[in-house]
């Protein structure tokens, strides 16, 4: 997640008298007309070293990231509202570890991993505690197998990327776990008419309007 774009630097006491004259030494902080703190900076010879941290309007936390030499390291936190949005961990500047993103109600909502400034590897998403997606990155692209599931935690749809495109089986089942409908991909494209099923697996004619097909599904889910 990009860093939000911090307001000017204005020297506080610790701060040169004439920044121009002199690397920014020291404490910095900013604040806005009407005397709000906006942001607090730490330099060591001109570079960012330490914590930056800057305030919305209200004085409230937009950001809490630590600095080394002038980039980036280690755990970035955002913040909206107050609360705790999400938590990137970075390496001399470039998105390295495990990242986290959080819900209104504190739970974590996505889990994902960054090497070398790119996803990578296996990205859970949660909706009340429980999960409702899954899916892989290799160098920050969709690769491999795609899961999304109800709240009771049965598989919904399940599909394949192959550098971010879909590619192969895009099925999505009945709540009893069979196939309702099946949709073939490559390279992103569709390959030919869906195949479609009823919630006993016999598959359903082409001849078949949508509205008939959606219609048997209103039907199942209403019992």
Known sequence: ?????????????????????ALLQGLLESRD?????????HFVDGKLHGLLTSFD?????V???????????????????GRLLAERTY??????GEALTYAESGEISARQRYVAGALEGESLFFHLGQRVRSERHVLGLLEGPSREYGPDGQLVQ????QKNLLDGALTRYWPNGRPMEVLNYR?????????????????ISGSADKLSFMQR????VKG
């Open 187 to 203: 390279a992103g494209k569709l390959q030919g008419a869906p195949q479609r099923f009823d919630a006993d697996g016999r598959e």
């Open 217 to 220: 599904i209103e039907k199942w």
């Open 91 to 96: 390496q001399a500047g470039v998105l390295q």
């Open 158 to 161: 399940q599909s394949s990327y």
């Open 1 to 21: 997640m990009p860093a939000a774009t911090p307001a000017p630097l204005a020297p506080a006491v610790q701060g040169p008298s004439n920044p121009s004259e």
């Open 63 to 81: 950001q809490e990231a630590p600095y080394a030499c002038g980039l980036q390291q280690g755990k970035t936190r955002i913040f909206s509202a």
């Open 33 to 41: 007309e009407a005397g709000v703190l906006r942001l607090q900076a």
């Open 57 to 61: 309007e209200k004085g409230q936390r």
